[in-house]
Nanobody, 127 residues
Framework: QVHLGESGGGSVQPGGSLRLSCAAS????????MAWFRQPPGKEREGVAA????????FYSDSVKGRFTISQDKAKNTIYLQMNSLKPEDTGMYYC????????????????????WGQGAQVTVSS
């Protein structure tokens, strides 16, 4: 059974940076899709970024492209989300998600394709 443990997050002023981590355990192979989602207050959950852990292919939503970077440490079975130039609209609960297949460009942003979810980490961007 796959388990995801998130860490990081917190409060930061606009323009600041934060990094989220998601440690995975229980994967039986190295070709998985791991993603970050966020849920702003009062809004639906949305896909932010994803990575196919085998080839390292990455995907980003238009709203974070150029500001956020998803990466992985295969030895630690951990993915990261480096968030720079943060804006108030980046505020929300951030979730790590995973599934046992590669990411695909058309489907990675949809939460229904992921089987396993982390507990969430709060990110607040405010002056």
């Amino acid at each position: 059974q796959v388990h995801l443990g998130e860490s990081g997050g917190g409060s930061v002023q606009p323009g600041g940076s934060l990094r989220l981590s998601c440690a995975a355990s229980g994967f039986t192979d190295s070709d998985n899709c791991m993603a970050w989602f966020r849920q702003p207050p009062g809004k639906e959950r949305e896909g932010v970024a994803a990575i196919s852990t085998g080839p390292g292919t990455t995907f980003y939503s238009d709203s974070v492209k150029g500001r956020f970077t998803i990466s992985q440490d295969k030895a630690k079975n951990t993915i990261y989300l480096q968030m720079n130039s943060l804006k108030p609209e980046d505020t929300g609960m951030y979730y790590c998600a995973a599934r046992h297949l590669d990411c695909y460009e058309r489907t990675w942003p949809f939460d229904v394709v992921y089987r396993t979810w982390g507990q969430g980490a709060q990110v607040t961007v405010s002056s």
